[in-house]
């Protein structure tokens, strides 16, 4: 016996733009990158035009995964004769990329110092804010105090005040709150902060 097919009614559908649909299936998305926006050939395949920059689109074909048993098979030869492997492997002359500029850009923008967003949630700042005040940097007796929920040691509460401080950001808004930003430090108050910063682990 047949199974018996239900065929559901086309419908034509006028809140949906077919072309519109269409092309945004088949898009592949718009490139950010303005080096690549620049020296890219519209008329040209995406492998032609990343070969013309010195890119690739697949990294396993670009760097090929050594073969141990190739490895194997080539010394073997060599000690066999080694004047016929010399003649056998073809000598593949690489020709340079046109574009070679635009894999200089990507690698100037790769290696320029960026602007740091990491920020600390405003929970944590508060309580480290809370500790600075109350004991300076008296990491040993901020581990003994009440409102240390998690029952962090001295020396994980040592690393967040580090982290804390090496966010301009904050720890300068603090330092305002704190008026301590305009205030003249004494050497002897900055070689007491140095030294509870640099606390020896052994302690």
Request: with cysteine; charged share 40%.
């Amino acid at each position: 016996m047949k199974i018996k097919k239900q065929h559901r009614k086309k419908k034509y559908l006028h809140k949906l733009n077919r072309k519109r649909m269409h092309l945004r299936q088949k898009s592949t998305g718009t490139v950010n990158c303005k080096a690549l926006k620049e020296a890219w050939n519209n008329n040209r395949s995406t492998f032609r035009n990343l070969r013309d920059m010195g890119l690739v689109n697949d990294p396993n074909k670009a760097i090929k995964i050594p073969s141990y048993k190739e490895e194997q098979l080539k010394i073997a030869k060599k000690i066999v004769d080694p004047d016929e492997l010399e003649s056998e492997e073809p000598k593949v002359v690489k020709s340079k990329p046109r574009k070679m500029a635009v894999v200089e850009k990507l690698e100037q923008e790769a290696h320029a110092p960026r602007e740091r967003r990491f920020k600390l949630p405003k929970g944590q700042v508060e309580f480290i804010t809370y500790l600075l005040d109350k004991y300076g940097h008296d990491y040993k007796a901020m581990a003994k105090d009440k409102k240390n929920y998690y029952q962090e040691t001295w020396k994980q509460l040592r690393a967040k005040i580090k982290t804390f401080m090496g966010i301009p950001q904050q720890y300068g808004e603090y330092l305002k709150a704190r008026g301590l930003l305009d205030k003249e430090e004494n050497e002897d108050e900055l070689k007491e902060q140095a030294k509870a910063l640099i606390m020896d682990d052994s302690d």
